[in-house]
């Protein structure tokens, strides 16, 4: 099993910034890929960023140029950067790990962005 605890969230006005950060413990050795989805109200579950283990990430297109993931193969984590948030950005905000061949996931933060 890997646990994942995820920090990070808030509420901040359009084009402000927050960090997301999500820590992997337990069996977290031979990890894959790591990133982040999110589920904003009323819609479906949507990847936002993931990073793979040659750190090689890919993004949404929305996102792209304004989020920032990085990742600490040591430390098993992975950090969100969020610039130039949108009102559209709002949603829960899911921490992803793929540790063959489990895929887990955290208890989610939630992102707010006002207008």
């Known amino acids: 099993q890997v646990q994942l605890v995820e920090s990070g969230g808030g509420l901040v006005q359009a084009g402000g910034s927050l960090r997301l950060s999500c820590a992997a413990s337990?069996?977290?050795?031979?990890?894959?890929?790591m990133g982040w989805y999110r589920r904003a109200p009323g819609k479906q579950r949507e990847l936002v960023a993931i990073?793979?283990?040659?750190?090689?990430?890919t993004y949404a297109n929305s996102v792209k140029g304004r989020f920032t993931i990085s990742r600490d193969t040591a430390k098993n984590t992975v950090l969100l950067q969020l610039n130039s948030l949108k009102p559209d950005d709002t949603g829960v905000y899911y921490c992803?790990?793929?540790?063959?061949?489990?895929?887990?996931w955290g208890q989610g933060t939630q992102v707010t962005v006002s207008s």
């Open positions: 990073i793979n283990s040659n750190s090689s990430p």
């Open positions: 337990g069996s977290a050795s031979s990890i894959n890929a």
């Open positions: 992803y790990v793929f540790r063959p061949p489990n895929t887990y």
